[in-house]
């Protein structure tokens, strides 16, 4: 485990670099039309220009398509959906046949779509990079209370240290002294920042 005074550093590098690109991204979903644009932005998962956001290339345009379909689908339950972890639940659900569309997937739809109803994660959510970042801060499980990490992270909101942790989990688990500067990749299509470049997993 690194140092409070690294922790820190990190923290207020990641508050500098990081979160407003994270905002921008999400920014780009909160401004959707219609829940009908929201679902289909949030699961085709596409930036301002249209490209896949780099999360979900791996998935494929396919598999993205047919998740998509299955969320309209049930676009009522989702417009009645209360709460972020209520939401997540019904993509989850909705989605569990999907091949390929995974944990993280689903929790970046649910944001995505969450950010347009208005809800954020109350509890940071851990897959992929992000567990293993919080497991060298000694931290586990699937859904957590930010008061279960150190002092300097619960500065950031559940989600954005879900985004911290995915992108410092090398630094903080001792193989890097610290993580690159975001690539601030323009969209030639539209001029639009590639969002999903930043991050990945």
Not at 7 to 12: A, I, M, N, Y
Not at 118 to 124: A, H, I, L, R, S
């Given at each position: 485990m690194i140092s409070n005074q690294?922790?820190?550093?990190?923290?207020?590098?990641?508050?500098r670099q990081y979160r407003p690109y994270l905002r921008r991204e999400l920014e780009y979903f909160a401004g959707s039309k219609?829940?009908?644009e929201a679902i289909k932005r949030a699961a085709l998962s596409t930036c301002a220009c249209g490209r896949v956001l780099s999360h979900q290339r791996r998935n494929g345009r396919k598999v993205l398509g047919l998740a998509e379909s299955r969320l309209q689908s049930v676009k009522d339950r989702i417009r009645n959906a209360s709460d972020f972890k209520a939401l997540h639940s019904i993509i989850k659900l909705e989605t569990r046949t999907v091949e390929k569309f995974g944990p993280l997937a689903v929790y970046d739809v649910a944001l995505r779509i969450g950010v347009y109803r208005?809800?954020?994660?109350?509890?940071?959510f851990l897959h992929t990079g992000a567990r293993r970042g919080a497991k060298c801060e000694e931290v586990t499980g699937h859904e957590v209370s930010r008061i279960s990490f150190r002092t300097p992270l619960r500065s950031l909101a559940p989600h954005e240290i879900e985004n911290f942790l995915c992108i410092f989990e090398d630094v903080l688990c001792g193989g890097v002294k610290t993580a690159g500067r975001p690539r601030n990749k323009d969209c030639k299509i539209c001029g639009a920042r590639e969002m999903g470049e930043l991050w990945p997993r």
């Open positions: 690294s922790l820190c550093r990190l923290v207020e590098q990641y508050k219609s829940l009908s208005g809800f954020y994660p109350e509890k940071v």
